[in-house]
């Protein structure tokens, strides 16, 4: 009869079975996690920019060159102006202004 700790599968020292033997977690000594400068949204930050769905230029930043909108996260827009964006980016795609998608080949 083996008497483990409740949950655990193996060893203390047992680092996953992966083989890396704990190399790499140089995150963990310098406190965690480090995902830089947080990105602020550029419609919020200047004021008198303005979400426009003639503006191409300004709306190319915000698809993929596949024609994705991109994430809110990616792009650091707050709620209110990523909802301005992919609204335009939609008035524009319907108004072909940008392509709802580029095909590769």
Known sequence: MSFQKEGGRGRDDDKGGRGDKGEGMEDDKRGGRSFGRRKVCRYCADKNAHVDY??????????TERGK???????????????EVAKAIKRSRGLALI???VLAG
Do not use: E
């Not at 909108?69 to 909802?83: D, F, L, M, W, Y």
């Open 69 to 83: 909108i991109i994430p809110r996260r990616i792009s650091g827009n707050c709620a209110k102006h990523q909802r």
């Open 54 to 63: 003639k503006d191409q230029s300004a709306l190319k930043y915000f698809v």
């Open 99 to 101: 392509p709802y998608l």
